[in-house]
């Protein structure tokens, strides 16, 4: 993996999620990804989301270095975004501490804001 690095580290920021004017996700114990010179993505612990907004669809991909994510869409505020949300539910082994958790695309949420305060 010494091609591609991937870091993950926690981020004791605080994590808001909004879609539809409604906070879908909020913690401050998120984990951040980076990968290559793609921008860091948050992944937030299920239990820190609204998981009734979310439905788990039949979409399916496959990262070489992270494994097999699954999809959620997400409704919140009379707006839906299908495949807004994925997780790796059981990621290869050097990435195993995102197990289970999840991660939004910016562009089908309304914001990922983190504050520093």
């Not at 580290?9 to 539809?20: A, E």
Request: charged share 25%.
């Amino acid at each position: 993996m010494t091609d591609h690095p991937i870091t993950i580290t926690p981020n004791p920021h605080r994590i808001r999620v909004m879609l539809g004017g409604t906070i879908v996700a909020e913690t401050t114990r998120a984990l951040t990804l980076r990968e290559g010179g793609l921008p860091p993505v948050q992944y937030v612990p299920r239990e820190d989301a609204e998981m009734d907004l979310f439905d788990r669809t039949e979409h399916r991909t496959h990262c070489p270095y992270k494994g097999d994510a699954s999809y959620f869409s997400l409704t919140a505020g009379g707006v839906e975004r299908a495949n807004a949300v994925w997780s790796y539910e059981t990621p290869f082994p050097k990435v195993a501490a995102i197990a289970g958790y999840l991660a939004f695309y910016p562009n089908k949420v309304d914001a990922i804001e983190e504050f520093t305060e």
